[in-house]
């Protein structure tokens, strides 16, 4: 990657870019004509708060995004709402964002399981590469509040027909216990 972007933990410094994430995440899930799990400013402004956002800068220009969050009583970890803006596409960017993202996670929550749902060929590699493996739903967090988040997806009448076992998305699960003789982070 030629273009050296900024990748950090986002803090109070960056809620400017609040709006401008949500309008990319946006536009992009019209463009692609899938789903997604719809955030509010005042949620990505917590999350930002908590220390769980990754931003990529070119500048101050907004590039990349991605945040985590815990379900089930932190023995889950999620990573959602990775976003590269079009321009800065197919250099690389998401990879690093998702390793920042993986190791902020593996950091705070050493012992919970990172999971993630996509539709995405790029993440799925991504994720691949990190250690996960694709999974059934079974195998993610009961928590209600964590699916209650894909009620906002176009696909949600999917998911709740199936009664919640299957949808489009492509479920992908890193359990640290399958890691632990190669590699702690
Ligand atoms: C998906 C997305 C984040 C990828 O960002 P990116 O910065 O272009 O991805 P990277 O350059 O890091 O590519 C990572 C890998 O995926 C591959 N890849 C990238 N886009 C791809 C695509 N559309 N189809 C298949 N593979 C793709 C790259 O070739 C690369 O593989 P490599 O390691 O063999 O070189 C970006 O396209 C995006 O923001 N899309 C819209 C939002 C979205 O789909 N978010 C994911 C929701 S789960």
């Known amino acids: 990657?030629?273009?050296?972007?900024?990748?950090?933990?986002?803090?109070a410094s960056h809620l400017q870019y609040v709006d401008t994430i949500l309008n990319?995440?946006?536009e992009a899930a019209k463009i692609r004509g899938t789903g997604i799990a719809k955030r509010s400013p005042?949620?990505?402004?917590?999350?930002?708060?908590?220390?769980?956002?990754?931003?990529a800068l070119d500048g101050d220009i907004f590039a990349g995004f991605c945040y985590i969050e815990t379900w089930g009583n932190k023995q889950f970890v999620a990573n959602s709402g990775l976003i590269v803006v079009e321009q800065y596409r197919q250099l690389g960017l998401a990879k690093k964002i998702k390793k920042k993202a993986f190791k902020l996670s593996r950091t705070k929550f050493p012992d919970a399981k990172l999971f993630g749902l996509t539709t995405s060929?790029?993440?799925m590699k991504?994720?691949?590469?990190?250690?996960?493996?694709?999974?059934?739903?079974?195998?993610?967090?009961?928590?209600?509040a964590f699916w209650k988040g894909c009620q906002s997806c176009v696909n949600y009448p999917i998911l709740a027909e199936k009664n919640r076992r299957f949808c489009m998305c492509t479920a992908m699960l890193y359990d640290p216990k399958e890691h632990k003789r190669h590699r702690r982070i």
């Open 42 to 55: 005042e949620y990505l402004t917590q999350k930002i708060l908590e220390g769980k956002a990754i931003l």
């Open 126 to 144: 991504i994720n691949y590469e990190l250690g996960y493996r694709p999974v059934t739903f079974a195998e993610l967090t009961d928590d209600e």
């Open 121 to 123: 060929a790029a993440v």
């Open 1 to 11: 990657m030629d273009k050296k972007f900024e990748i950090l933990v986002a803090n």
């Open 24 to 26: 990319t995440i946006e």
